[in-house]
């Protein structure tokens, strides 16, 4: 069955950077789009980025856009949030989740548990 | 971006209750929009896609409806397992957003 296991997360220092892992199984990685989601404590869900198939095309969020960068390496499954110059906002459980399609309509049908990154000095 | 506002932000209700939840969207979406579950401490999983689209494995119970600017989640006969938090999300254009969401209480 899909799975997709986040990682890399943890209590950092504001300024420092971090990279986060999503490793999957149980489906074609190097079809799917992917996307990465978070969630401040006690908050609702911010959409971060997203990576096509094969990494050519990537967008992000206005708020991450200069300090994300999203990757991918399908020969080893495992999608990627590189995060540098680390806020105290970016503190959030960040998830990635696939992008399914279905004709001209996508939606996120499969998530991971989440990694929890904390910003704080 | 297109602003994603769901009502009411929480409400309470009993098992076997009918429920429903607002979505709307600040400009005409046609029908992309999709709507998630999230139980305590989990991730969200996909109910409804294309705005009436039951995902598979999905139980019957749940029915989404809608078009244009306004959508409708409804929960026909709620469970113990459907007290959760609910998201709509547009797909039409990047970037993807999500109403704030309805927290659904005993």
């Not at chain 1, 401040?40 to 198939?53: F, H, N, Q, T």
């Not at chain 1, 499954?77 to 459980?93: C, M, S, Y």
């Not at chain 2, 992309?32 to 689209?53: E, F, T």
Request: charge should be positive.
């Amino acid at each position: 069955q899909v799975q997709l296991v986040e990682s890399g997360g943890g209590v950092v220092q504001p300024g420092r950077s971090l990279r986060l892992s999503c490793a999957a199984s149980g489906f074609k990685f190097n079809t799917y789009a992917m996307h990465w989601v978070r969630q401040a404590p006690g908050k609702g869900l911010e959409w971060v980025a997203l990576i096509s198939y094969d990494g050519s095309t990537k967008y992000y969020a206005d708020p991450v856009k200069g300090r994300f960068t999203i990757s991918r390496d399908n020969s080893k499954k495992t999608l990627f949030l590189q995060i540098d110059r680390l806020r105290p906002e970016d503190t959030a459980v960040y998830y990635c989740a696939r992008e399914e399609r279905t004709s001209s309509w996508y939606y996120l049908d499969s998530w991971g548990q989440g990694t929890l990154v904390t910003v704080s000095s | 971006d297109i602003q994603m506002t769901q009502s009411p932000s929480s409400l309470s209700a009993s098992v076997g209750d009918r429920v429903t939840i607002t979505c709307r969207s600040s400009q005409s979406i046609s029908n992309y929009l999709n709507w998630y579950r999230q139980k305590p401490g989990q991730a969200p999983d996909l109910l409804i896609y294309a705005a009436s689209s039951l995902q598979s494995g999905v139980p019957s119970r749940f029915s989404g409806s809608g078009s244009g600017t306004d959508f409708v989640l409804t929960i026909s006969s709620l469970q113990a397992e459907d007290y959760a938090t609910y998201y709509c999300q547009q797909s039409l254009s990047a970037p993807i957003t999500f109403g704030q969401g309805t927290r659904l209480d005993i």
